[in-house]
């Protein structure tokens, strides 16, 4: 494990916090949550048939003595959840509906999540991005000033650490969008130990071309300094002029980044999903995430195609989360 990692976890351990996993019967999810229970990282909270992922757990000869599963059809506090839901949705969702889509279990583990029953919550190893992020944003919701989630890679090579920001949740980000995820992205890195400084990406450097691409980026610099005027960053760049000091030297000289940016917020997610995936491929990083940010509480989305060692080290950054927050 990292050094990213082994810092997270010395971080979390020890400090009570119960993360839930809504697939509790997928294999995966079951090694990596007997895992965490054993290591006394975190409690895991496993959603589904208690007997059903009991047999299963023994079948994969994984331990459950430390683990709390809970299953919603015959969940001891479901009037409390479905009353608190009904609340939360203010006039969307009648009582009896409620109890239905309480029964799902994205839904379920998010209320555990709003309910204070869960520090956070780690789902998508057999569901979409949008079967977890939807729940969130209608229970969870995102904080207060931030108007959308967004969704950020850690990208780790050795020493190496770098925020990729958005990669994974809005599609085409206007100015004020940028801004919000240029600010979420530096708290982010400040939980892994990484100083921000911001770089806002385009195909221009201080407007050495300009349209209405290049110019929204600009203006989200001007914005991002607005609200944060103590956050080191400055736009617009090209990657090469945020990241090497010769380039930076020569395309920016006036700027506070001197080609050592170490977070990136790119202009649209299919830069972002381009950009983290070439440098997973042939840089050879591990990407780490999506960290989903801005919401109120931590909810994050594996990817279906996960190992069990991704489910542990996301379980753990949502943890991280979680303590921050506290």
């Given amino acids: 494990m ?13 400090q009570n916090l119960r993360i839930v996993f809504p697939e509790g019967l997928d294999e995966r999810i079951l090694t ?3 895992r965490l229970a054993a290591d006394g990282v975190i409690t895991p909270i496993l959603v589904g048939n208690i ?41 969307k969702a009648t009582e009896e509906q409620a109890r239905k889509i ?14 204070n029953r869960a520090d956070g919550l780690v789902s998508g190893a057999a569901h979409s991005t949008a079967d977890t992020v939807r729940p969130a944003l209608q229970i969870i919701k995102t904080k207060e000033g931030v108007r959308k989630t967004s969704g950020v890679f850690i990208m780790v090579r050795d020493d190496e650490k770098y925020v990729f920001a ?29 100083d921000p400084r911001v ?41 090469d002029a945020a990241f090497v000091p010769s380039v930076a030297a020569k395309k920016a000289p006036d700027s506070v980044i001197k ?41 994050n989305d594996l990817s279906r195609g996960c190992s069990e060692e991704d489910v542990y080290k ?3 950054i949502t943890a991280g989360q979680a303590l921050a927050a506290k």
């Fill in 2 to 14: 990292s050094d990213l990692f082994t810092g997270l976890k010395e971080k979390v351990s020890g």
């Fill in 32 to 34: 990596a949550a007997g």
């Fill in 51 to 91: 007997e059903e992922i009991q047999t299963k757990a023994s079948g994969l000869g994984v331990a459950l003595d430390a683990v709390e599963i809970y299953d919603p059809a015959s969940f001891v506090f479901m009037d409390e959840l479905v009353a608190s839901f009904v609340e939360r949705r203010k006039g």
């Fill in 102 to 115: 309480l029964l799902d279990e994205n839904y379920f583990g998010t209320m555990l999540v709003h309910t």
């Fill in 166 to 194: 958005d990669c994974a949740i809005n599609i085409s980000p206007d100015s004020q969008d940028l801004a919000e995820i240029a600010i979420e992205s530096a708290k982010t890195a400040k939980m892994f130990d990484v």
């Fill in 199 to 239: 770089a806002m990406l385009s195909f221009s450097t201080k407007g050495s071309a300009v349209s209405p691409e290049t110019e929204k980026v600009s203006a989200a610099v001007v914005e991002a300094k607005k609200r944060e005027p103590e956050l080191v960053l400055d736009g617009e760049f090209q990657f």
């Fill in 259 to 299: 080609g050592d940016a170490n977070v990136f917020v790119f202009p649209s997610l299919e830069a972002g999903n381009i950009g983290y995936k070439i440098a997973q491929r042939l840089g050879n990083f591990e990407a780490v995430g999506p960290i989903l940010q801005g919401l109120n509480r931590p909810v």
């Fill in 314 to 316: 996301l379980a753990l």
